[in-house]
């Protein structure tokens, strides 16, 4: 059974830049896409970007000039990074698992979360 | 920009009813919504996916259905591990872009 698990600082300062990975165990990271989905009050789900499982990366256009993401299929892991953070930037982060079936996509595998503040 | 728009936003239930709860999106979208049950705490945990398609082991008593721009999930009978909050998702192909919905919370009435 595949787990998903975040990992990275609860705590950035303002103008900083936000570094995640999350761990994939129990299974293949190949035929799957990759995503980043963060919660927060003021925002509700709002999905980042994905690592496409052609490799290939679309991000949200809210973040897209400040977000990059990266998949290391041989240490089963993907990763996020978000520059230039401030404190809209407060949330519980997501990694998920996507699956492309060419008419439908789902997240059906994802991570407990992490929460991430943005202080000083 | 594609909007999904959840009502109502809160749905004080008892036991045993039968839950409607709706997804509309702000204009003409393909059937790839899907819906999540989120419990305080936890991750939001995928129902259904292509609009009514139940996630593997999902009981029987989940079903999605659609009518245009309007998504339906239905609970059939509320068991008491039910009550949690409940997004829709929209998932546009191209560009891929992913809308969430700001999701129903159902509560014990």
């Known amino acids: 059974q595949v787990q998903l698990q975040e990992s990275g600082p609860g705590l950035v300062k303002p103008s900083a830049t936000l570094s995640l990975t999350c761990t994939v165990s129990?299974?293949?990271?190949?035929?799957?896409?990759w995503t980043w989905i963060r919660q927060s009050a003021e925002r509700g789900l709002e999905w980042l970007g994905h690592?496409?499982?052609?490799?290939?990366?679309n991000y949200n256009p809210s973040v897209n000039n400040r977000v990059t993401m990266s998949v290391e299929k041989t240490r089963n892991l993907f990763s996020m990074r978000l520059k230039s953070v401030t404190v809209a930037d407060t949330a519980i982060y997501y990694c998920?698992?996507?699956?492309?079936?060419?008419?439908?996509?789902?997240?059906?595998?994802w991570g407990q979360g992490t929460l991430v503040t943005v202080s000083s | 920009e594609i909007l999904m728009t959840q009502s109502p936003a809160t749905l004080s239930v008892s036991p045993g009813e039968r839950v409607t709860l709706s997804c509309r999106a702000s204009?003409?979208?393909?059937?790839?919504v899907a819906w999540y049950q989120q419990k305080p705490g936890q991750a939001p945990r995928l129902l259904i996916y292509?609009?009514?398609l139940r996630a593997s082991g999902l009981p029987a008593r989940f079903s999605g259905s659609e009518s245009g721009t309007e998504f339906t999930l239905t609970i059939s009978s509320l068991q008491s591990e039910d009550f949690a909050v409940y997004y829709c998702?929209?998932?546009?192909?191209?560009?891929?872009?992913?809308?969430f919905g700001p999701g129903t919370k159902v509560d014990i009435k």
């Open positions: 998920a698992r996507e699956i492309d079936r060419g008419m439908y996509n789902w997240f059906d595998v």
């Open positions: 129990g299974g293949s990271m190949n035929d799957y896409s």
């Open positions: 690592v496409y499982k052609s490799g290939t990366t």
């Open positions: 204009q003409s979208v393909s059937s790839n």
């Open positions: 292509g609009a009514s």
């Open positions: 998702q929209y998932y546009n192909n191209w560009p891929p872009r992913v809308i």
